[in-house]
């Protein structure tokens, strides 16, 4: 069982930067392949980026290729996601994830809002 706490949201204006934290409780983060998602108004929550297990490789959705950044350390037990360049469009409820296996994110936090004024 994994508890993920997110951190970090708020309002900023368009080309500013934002770093989101994300807290996970419970002795095998390190196991887990971590992710972020977003989900805007009147959206679908969309996959971000994700970070696998020992943080060697990370995947991102082409809108936020070369603005975002995933990391983390596995002996704090933290994910993070640096974000620059931001845009209106980026606006959104942002969450952690994590996924124990290869397929499905099981364990989810209760989000960070993020809002990008123009």
């Known amino acids: 069982q994994v508890q993920l706490a997110e951190s970090g949201g708020g309002l900023v204006q368009a080309g500013g930067s934002l770093r989101l934290s994300c807290a996970a409780s419970g002795r095998t983060f390190s196991n887990y392949a971590m992710g972020w998602f977003r989900r805007a108004p009147g959206e679908e929550r969309e996959f971000v980026g994700s970070i696998t297990s020992s943080g060697s490789h990370t995947y991102y959705t082409d809108t936020v290729k070369g603005r975002f950044t995933i990391s983390r350390d596995n002996a704090k037990n933290m994910v993070y996601l640096q974000m620059n360049n931001l845009k209106p469009e980026d606006t959104a409820v942002y969450y952690c994830?994590?996924?124990?296996?290869?397929?499905?994110?099981?364990?989810w936090g209760q989000g960070t809002q993020v809002t990008v004024s123009s």
């Open positions: 994830a994590a996924r124990p296996g290869a397929v499905s994110w099981d364990y």
